[in-house]
């Protein structure tokens, strides 16, 4: 039998690295944590199953999961246009840049 105060701790723990990464929008952290979701909710499922946890902790906890993947997607939609953003300006300063050199390299006639 697992420890279900232990459990409940290291989804918490989780959850707060989680949130964390996002703030810091550190992408590869987020990545890493990602992976550790599932192995860290399994054994409370199956605590749940079990009927050694309480059904509303788990719940809290799964809520306040789904509200941060909702929140990651946000932020991870406004950083991926801003970066779009970025990359469009970079194209047209760089179509700029060519077409100044053609004008100030091609002689006068």
């Excluded at 929008?25 to 599932?38: D, F, G």
């Excluded at 902790?57 to 809520?63: F, H, M, N, P």
């Excluded at 941060?68 to 194209?91: H, I, P, T, W, Y």
Aim: charged content about 30%.
């Amino acid at each position: 039998m697992a420890d279900s105060h232990a459990l409940l701790e290291s989804l918490d723990q989780l959850r707060s690295e989680l949130n964390q990464a996002l703030a810091d929008q550190n992408w590869e952290q987020l990545a890493e944590l990602n992976a550790r979701v599932k192995p860290t909710i399994e054994p409370l499922m199956l605590e749940l199953e079990a009927g050694r946890i309480d059904p509303a902790l788990i719940r809290d906890r799964l809520e306040a999961l789904n509200e941060f993947v909702e929140s990651a997607n946000q932020v991870a939609v406004k950083a991926r246009d801003e970066a779009r953003e970025s990359l469009k300006g970079v194209n047209q300063n760089r179509k700029a840049s060519r077409a100044y050199e053609n004008v100030s390299t091609t002689p006068r006639r």
